[in-house]
């Protein structure tokens, strides 16, 4: 089963600022990787696929990059919104596979 | 507007059954490979099952279990559910897609105790 690992697991920002989120495969995923968000009380939101890809309606200060096993998850100038729970998902193999989530709050 | 709304969640005893159902709307259902995760309280994602061109795929916690099937004259997407254990309580969503799930329901409460 592939793992995936995100880091760190809490992340205290204060709002204006950036925030770098990394997730890390335990075996290559290739570029088939995705970001989700989610708030309490509601489903995750897929922000970014294809590793780099923003889904419909994403604002452009959230950027994914990585390939292979090293992904990372930048949101430029967090606004309030962005505080939130943040998971990397891997969909190259079965079984798929979600890391454990950093939380991004407020500083 | 695509919809997603699971129900037939609920209190079940440990060794019971349950059958969860996500009814869609606002796409074309038989083009959409389908999908449930679940949360347990407190805690992060974990994905179930998927339906993908026909094919079916289990998690191994879930596999001899859970079955997935899908009803595409009626836009819909059941997950039945056997030999229930206390670890199995969690939130179940349904969500399509493939390359990350670009839709999801409000999720379905399972509390197995």
């Known amino acids: 089963e592939m793992v995936m690992t995100q880091s760190p697991v809490t992340l205290s920002v204060s709002p204006g600022e950036g925030a770098t989120l990394s997730c890390r495969a335990s075996?290559?995923?290739?570029?088939?990787l995705a970001w989700y968000q989610q708030k309490p009380g509601q489903p995750p939101r897929l922000l970014i696929y294809?590793?780099?890809t923003r889904a419909t309606d994403i604002p452009a200060r959230f950027t994914g990059s990585g390939s292979g096993t090293d992904f990372t998850l930048t949101i430029s100038s967090l606004q309030s919104e962005d505080f939130a729970v943040y998971y990397c998902?891997?969909?190259?193999?079965?079984?798929?596979?979600f890391g454990q989530g950093t939380k991004v709050e407020i500083k | 507007e695509v919809q997603l709304v699971e129900s037939g969640g609920g209190l079940v005893q440990p060794g019971g059954s349950l059958r969860l159902s996500c009814a869609t709307s606002?796409?074309?259902?038989?083009?959409?490979?389908m999908n449930w995760v679940r949360q347990a309280p407190g805690k992060g994602l974990e994905w179930v099952s998927s339906?993908?061109?026909?094919?079916?795929y289990y998690g191994d916690a879930m596999k001899g279990r859970f079955t997935i099937s899908r009803d595409n004259a009626n836009n819909s997407l059941s997950l039945h559910m056997n030999s229930l254990r206390i670890e199995d309580t969690a939130v179940y969503y349904c969500?399509?897609?493939?390359?990350?799930?670009?839709?999801w329901g409000q999720g379905t409460l399972v509390s197995v105790s």
């Open positions: 969500a399509r897609g493939v390359t990350g799930y670009d839709s």
């Open positions: 606002g796409f074309t259902f038989s083009g959409h490979s």
């Open positions: 339906i993908i061109s026909g094919y079916i």
């Open positions: 075996q290559s995923v290739s570029s088939n």
């Open positions: 294809g590793a780099s």
């Open positions: 998902q891997q969909y190259n193999s079965w079984p798929r596979t």
